[in-house]
C-alpha cells in the first residue's frame, strides 16, 4: 500500500474514495462467487469494508489544510473529513439496522449493499466537489442508487410507483441543476468553484440570477424544502422502510454539502441574492412540514413530513449567510441524522415477517410490549421535539442563535413557533407508546441482540450529546470556516 | 462536599431515580426504601444550606463552576442567594410526601412513578440554582419531560388532553423565552445571568425581552388568561403531580420574574408594570369567584393556586407603584417579601390541600364535592388537618398563609388604595371557596354510606400532613429567619428592579 501511495502521492487526500471504488468492486465480485450461497455474508464484508474505510480515512484523509486535487475538480478539507467519516458511521449504523427486515422481506441480496455503497461514493464525490462537474457526477451517483434502491423491493407496486415518482422528479431536478450550472458556466467560464467564486462577486446581473435561481431550485429539490418536496412523503412512505432509514440520513449529509459547497463556496458574492430566496423556502418548509405532519397517520409519512420541517431549519443556518450559521446547518444536520436513524431504526424493530408497523397506532402500547424500544423512541422524539437535554435542543438553538446574530426576528419567530407546533406530533408517538393500551394483537418486536445494543446506543447518544454537547459543536464550528 | 453541595442536591435524586427504575417493577420494596431514602438524604443534605448561610450578602453562595460549553462561554453554574435557597428546600421537603403519600397507594409502574418524581425533583433543584441562563434554561425544559410521563401515565380519565395542554403550554412560553436568551446572549457574549443583569438595553428591546418572558413565566405562574392548562392538569395528575405542580413548579413562575425580568428588562417592567398588577388582580378575583362554583375538589384548589399566585405577581411588580407614588424604596421591599413568602407559603398549603384531596380520592375514588358530607364524623384527624389548612389558605393570622397575604396588601397599600382594597377581596373569597368547600365535604350529617365506611388517617398520612401543619404554623407564627434569608437578596433586587438599563 505504502509503496503505491508513494507512486501517486497527490492522491493520498483522495484515499476514501479510491479504497470504496475499489471496495465496490470487490463486494459485487464476492456476492457473485459466495454471496449467493450464504445471503448474510455480504452485508458482513460491507460492514467490514465500511469500518476499514473509516479506519482508512483517519489515517490518511485527515487533513489539516483544504488540498485541491484533480486540476481543480476535487477538493479535501477538515469538513470534508468530518463529513466523510459521519457518512461511515450512519451508513454502517443503517445497514445493521436493515439486516432483519431485510431477510424478513427476502430481500437481502448483495446488490442492496453494493447500491448503498455506491450511494456512498456518491456522497464522498459530492462531499469533496470543487467543480460544478464533479458536484453533478456526485448528485447523479446518489441518486441513481438511491432510485434503484426504492425499487429494491420488485414484488412491491407501492415501492415501485415511488421509486418511478422519484426518478421523474429527481430527473428534473437534475435537469435544472445542470441548466444552472451551464448558465453559471457560461457567465464566468469556468467550472471551477473557488475561480467562480472570485468572478462573481457583485450581484445585479440577470444571467446571474437565473442561473442561482435554477441552482436554487435543485438544491431545495434534492433538500425536500417546500414546495419542491412532493416525491418526499411517497418515497418514504412507499420504499421499504430500509430504504427510507438509508434515503432519510446519509443522503442528508451530502446535500448539506451540496449546498454548502455551490453556495456558501461558490456564489458567495451573490450570497444576497441566493439567501433571499432561500427566507421564503425556509418558512415555508418549516410551515408546511410541521403543520402536515400532524395530520398524518402513518408513521413513516409523518416522520416525512417531519423531515421536511428540519429541512427548514438546516435552510435557516443559510438563511444566515455566516460562518456560524454554515455550521449551525451542520450541527442540525448531523444531529438530525443521528436521530433519525434511530427513529427508523425502531420502526425496522418493530416490523416483522409480513407485518410493517408503520402505522402509528402500531406503536399504542409499545411500552407494555417492548419498554427498551419505547424507550429509545421516547428519547428520540423528545430530541427531534428539541426538549433538553436531548441533543436535539442544541441544534435549534444553534440555529436561534446564528438567526439572532444576522438580527433575523422574524425568523425567529417562526423558527420556534414551528418547534411548538412539530412537538405535537411528536408527544403524540410518545403518547400512544405510554400512555394507550395495546389495541390489537400485534406481533412480537424483533430482538436481536446487536441491532437492538446499537440502537440503545444511538439513543444514549442523542442524550450523551444533550448534555454535554461542546465536543460536537466545536467540531462543526472548527470544519467551517 | 461544601463545595459540591448544590450539585449533590441535583445529581443524588437523578441518580436515585434511575436507580429506582434500574431496579424495575420486581423489586418495588426496594425500589420504594431506595426512593425514599434518596428524598430524605435530599433534604438532610439541604439544611447546611440553612446553617451555613450568609445572611448579610446578597451574593450566590455555596457557588460551583466549571466550564459547559467554553465555545459559547456557557457554564455549568451553580449558587444560592436569598431568593432561591428557600425555594431550594421547599422542594427537597416537598418530594417526600409525595413518594410516602404514593407508598401503597400507586401500584402500577410504581417503579416508574417514583423515578419521575426523583428525577423532577433534582431537575427543579437546578432550576433554583443555576445561575447560567442555558443551564437554566436546560432544567427547565427538561423539567417538562417527567411531568409529562406522570400526569399522562398516571392521571385521570382526560389524562392525555391534559398532559399535552400541560405540555405544549409551558413549551410554547418557554420557547420564547429561549429566543430571548440566546438574543442577550449574542449581545452579551455569555451566557450568566448575572451578565444579563448588567446588560445595558434600549427601552424596545427590553420590551420584546419582557414579553417572551412574560409568556413563559405567566404561563408558567400561571396568570389569567393563560392559566387554562392548570385546572386540567391538576384534575387529571396523580396525588403527587397536583402536589409537586402546585408546591414547586408554579413557583419557578414566580422565581422567573423575580430572577429574569425585573432584573434584566426594569424599564420595561416600569413601563409595564400595569399590565401584570391588572392580570394579577384579575386572577385574585375573577379566579377566585371562579374557584367558588367548581364541583371538583381539585379543581377548586387548582383555581385557588392560581389567585394565591396573583399575589405572588402582585407584590413584585407593585415596586414600581410604589417607587411611583411614595418616592422611596423601603416599601417596596415588603411587596417582594410579601411574594417570596407567598409561594414558600402556598407550596406548602397547596401541597397539603392536594394530599388531603388525595387522602380522600384513595379511599372514595372520586373527588366531587357532593360525594362527601359529614368526614368529620368518620375521619376526626383528617378533618382538623384540613380545617387547619383550609384555614391557611384563607389567610388566617397564624398560619404561613396570612404573611405573605398581608405583606402584599401592605405594599400595594403604599402604592395606591384601590390595589390593596382589590386585593383584598380575596380575603373574602378565599374564605368563601374555603371554607364552603370544607363545610360541604367535612361537616354536617354523614352523606352516605362510603362515608360512614371511612376509616381516618394512618400512620403514614398523618406523619405527613402533621409535618406540613407543624411548617405552615411555625412560618405564620414566626416568619422572621425566613425574611431574614431573604432580605439581602430582596433589597439588591429592588435596587435593580428600579434602576434603569437604558443606555445613555
Redesign the interface.
Known amino acids: 500500500m505504502h509503496t503505491l501511495l508513494h507512486l501517486m502521492p497527490g492522491m493520498i487526500p483522495a484515499i476514501p474514495e479510491i479504497f470504496l471504488g475499489f471496495a465496490i468492486c470487490l463486494v459485487l465480485l464476492f456476492e457473485v462467487f459466495v454471496g449467493v450461497n450464504r445471503p448474510g455474508a455480504t452485508g458482513t464484508l460491507t460492514l467490514l469494508v465500511l469500518v476499514a474505510g473509516a479506519a482508512l480515512t483517519v489515517r490518511y484523509a485527515d487533513v489539516a489544510h483544504t488540498t485541491v486535487l484533480f486540476h481543480g475538480m476535487y477538493v479535501t478539507d477538515p469538513l470534508a473529513f468530518v463529513l466523510k467519516l459521519a457518512g461511515f458511521l450512519f451508513v454502517a449504523v443503517a445497514l445493521l439496522y436493515s439486516r432483519m427486515y431485510l431477510e424478513n422481506r427476502n430481500i437481502l441480496r448483495g446488490e442492496y449493499y453494493v447500491l448503498a455503497l455506491t450511494a456512498l461514493l456518491g456522497i464522498f464525490v459530492l462531499v469533496s466537489a470543487n467543480s460544478l462537474l464533479t458536484v453533478y457526477i456526485g448528485v447523479e451517483l446518489l441518486a441513481l442508487s438511491v432510485y434503484a434502491m426504492v425499487a429494491f423491493d420488485r414484488e412491491s407496486g407501492v415501492a415501485a410507483e415511488a421509486a418511478m415518482k422519484y426518478f421523474v422528479l429527481g430527473a428534473i431536478a437534475s435537469g435544472t441543476l445542470l441548466y444552472g450550472m451551464s448558465i453559471i458556466y457560461g457567465l464566468t467560464g469556468s467550472l471551477e468553484l473557488g475561480v467562480i467564486a472570485t468572478k462573481l462577486t457583485a450581484s445585479g446581473s440577470l444571467g446571474v440570477i437565473l442561473g442561482v435561481t435554477f441552482i436554487v431550485v435543485a438544491v431545495a429539490f434534492k433538500l425536500g424544502a417546500v414546495p419542491f418536496h412532493m416525491w418526499l412523503p411517497d418515497v418514504y412512505e412507499g420504499a421499504p422502510t430500509s430504504v427510507t432509514l438509508f434515503v432519510g440520513t446519509a443522503p442528508k449529509i451530502a446535500y448539506f454539502a451540496l449546498m454548502l459547497r455551490l453556495l456558501a463556496h461558490g456564489l458567495p458574492g451573490i450570497s444576497a441574492d441566493w439567501t433571499l430566496m432561500l427566507t421564503p423556502l425556509a418558512v415555508l418548509t418549516l410551515i408546511v412540514g410541521n403543520v402536515v405532519a400532524i395530520v398524518q397517520s402513518n408513521l413513516k409519512r409523518m416522520l416525512a413530513y417531519s423531515t421536511i420541517g428540519h429541512v427548514g431549519f438546516i435552510v435557516l443556518g443559510f438563511v444566515a449567510g455566516t460562518a456560524s450559521g454554515y455550521s449551525a446547518a451542520l450541527y442540525y444536520t448531523l444531529v438530525y441524522v443521528l436521530v433519525a436513524l434511530g427513529a427508523f431504526g425502531v420502526i425496522l424493530l418493530a416490523s416483522r415477517k409480513g407485518f410493517e408497523a408503520d402505522k402509528l397506532d402500531h406503536y399504542k402500547g409499545l411500552y407494555q410490549r417492548d419498554p427498551l424500544l419505547a424507550l429509545v423512541m421516547l428519547m428520540l422524539m423528545?430530541s427531534l421535539a428539541g426538549?433538553?437535554?436531548f441533543v436535539g435542543?442544541w441544534a435549534k438553538?444553534r440555529i436561534?442563535?446564528a438567526l439572532?446574530?444576522t438580527g433575523h426576528l422574524g425568523l425567529?419567530?417562526v423558527s420556534?413557533?414551528t418547534?411548538?407546533v412539530g412537538?405535537?406530533y411528536y408527544?403524540?408517538v410518545?403518547?400512544l407508546m405510554?400512555?394507550d393500551a395495546p389495541t390489537e394483537s400485534l406481533p412480537a418486536t424483533l430482538r436481536p441482540l446487536g441491532p437492538r445494543f446499537v440502537i440503545g446506543l444511538n439513543a444514549a447518544a442523542a442524550l450523551a450529546l444533550g448534555i454535554l454537547?461542546?465536543p460536537l459543536?466545536?467540531l462543526c464550528?472548527r470544519v467551517i470556516h | 462536599m461544601q463545595a459540591h453541595l448544590l450539585s449533590i442536591l441535583i445529581w443524588l435524586p437523578i441518580a436515585a431515580g434511575i436507580a429506582v427504575l434500574l431496579l424495575g417493577e420486581r423489586r418495588i420494596a426496594a425500589g420504594r426504601w431506595l426512593s425514599l431514602l434518596a428524598s430524605l438524604a435530599t433534604l438532610v443534605l439541604s439544611l447546611p444550606l440553612l446553617a451555613d448561610f450568609n445572611t448579610r450578602t446578597a451574593a450566590y453562595q455555596f457557588v460551583e463552576q466549571v466550564p459547559?460549553?467554553?465555545?459559547?462561554h456557557a457554564f455549568y453554574a451553580l449558587g444560592v442567594d436569598g431568593i432561591s435557597l428557600p425555594l431550594v428546600v421547599l422542594t427537597a421537603l416537598m418530594t417526600i410526601p409525595v413518594i410516602i403519600a404514593a407508598w401503597t397507594v400507586v401500584t402500577m409502574r410504581a417503579a416508574q412513578y417514583f423515578a419521575a418524581f426523583l428525577i423532577m425533583e433534582g431537575l427543579m433543584i437546578g432550576v433554583f440554582c443555576a445561575t447560567d441562563a442555558l443551564l437554566f434554561?436546560?432544567f427547565w425544559?427538561?423539567m417538562?419531560?417527567p411531568m409529562?410521563?406522570i400526569i399522562?401515565?398516571w392521571g385521570g380519565p382526560r389524562?392525555?388532553y391534559a398532559?399535552?395542554k400541560f405540555?405544549?403550554y409551558t413549551?410554547?412560553g418557554s420557547?420564547?423565552m429561549?429566543?430571548a436568551l440566546?438574543?442577550m446572549?449574542?449581545k452579551a457574549g455569555s451566557y450568566s445571568i448575572a451578565a444579563f443583569q448588567a446588560l445595558p438595553l434600549t427601552l424596545v428591546e427590553q420590551r420584546w425581552i419582557f414579553a417572551a418572558f412574560l409568556l413563559a413565566f405567566a404561563v408558567k405562574v400561571p396568570m389569567w388568561p393563560v392559566h387554562t392548562w392548570l385546572p386540567d392538569a391538576h384534575v387529571e395528575a396523580p396525588t403527587g403531580g397536583s402536589v409537586i405542580l402546585a408546591a414547586i413548579m408554579l413557583k419557578m413562575g414566580g422565581y422567573g420574574f423575580l430572577r429574569f425580568s425585573l432584573p434584566i428588562t426594569p424599564d420595561a417592567c416600569r413601563e409595564l408594570n400595569l399590565l401584570v398588577i391588572t392580570l394579577s388582580l384579575i386572577a385574585v378575583i375573577y379566579i377566585g369567584l371562579v374557584a367558588i362554583v367548581q364541583t371538583d375538589m381539585k379543581k377548586l384548589i387548582a383555581y385557588s393556586s392560581i389567585a394565591h399566585m396573583g399575589f405572588v405577581t402582585l407584590g413584585a411588580f407593585v415596586v414600581y407603584e410604589i417607587v411611583r407614588t411614595t418616592a422611596q424604596v423601603q416599601g417596596a421591599a415588603m411587596g417582594m417579601d410579601g411574594a417570596m413568602v407567598q409561594m414558600i407559603s402556598h407550596g406548602l398549603i397547596s401541597g397539603a390541600l392536594f394530599l388531603c384531596v388525595g387522602v380522600l380520592y384513595d379511599r372514595m375514588h372520586t373527588r366531587e364535592i357532593s360525594a362527601y358530607g359529614g368526614v368529620i364524623n368518620t375521619m376526626p384527624i383528617f378533618a382538623a388537618f384540613m380545617v387547619m389548612f383550609a384555614l391557611a389558605n384563607t389567610g388566617l393570622p397564624g398560619t404561613s398563609g396570612f404573611v405573605g397575604e398581608f405583606l402584599v396588601i401592605l405594599a400595594s397599600f403604599k402604592a395606591s388604595f384601590w390595589y390593596s382594597t382589590l386585593a383584598a377581596v380575596t380575603l373574602i373569597l378565599g374564605a368563601s371557596y374555603t371554607l364552603w368547600l370544607v363545610k360541604r365535604v367535612l361537616y354536617g350529617p354523614v352523606a352516605n354510606e362510603h362515608v360512614a365506611h371511612l376509616t381516618d388517617v394512618n400512620g403514614r398520612e398523618f406523619l405527613v400532613l402533621g409535618v406540613l401543619a407543624v411548617l405552615v404554623l411555625a412560618i405564620g407564627i414566626w416568619p422572621e429567619p425566613l425574611l431574614k434569608i431573604m432580605d439581602p437578596s430582596i433589597q439588591h433586587l429592588v435596587t435593580q428592579a428600579i434602576a434603569t438599563k437604558i443606555p445613555a
Open positions: 423528545f426538549v433538553p437535554p435542543f438553538l436561534i442563535q439572532w446574530e425567529v419567530i420556534v413557533l418547534s411548538v412537538a405535537f408527544l403524540r410518545v403518547k405510554y400512555f454537547p461542546s459543536l466545536d464550528s | 459547559w460549553i467554553p465555545r459559547f434554561y436546560f425544559e427538561a417538562l419531560i409529562f410521563l399522562g401515565i389524562r392525555v398532559t399535552i405540555f405544549l413549551f410554547l420557547v420564547f429561549l429566543a440566546i438574543y446572549y449574542v
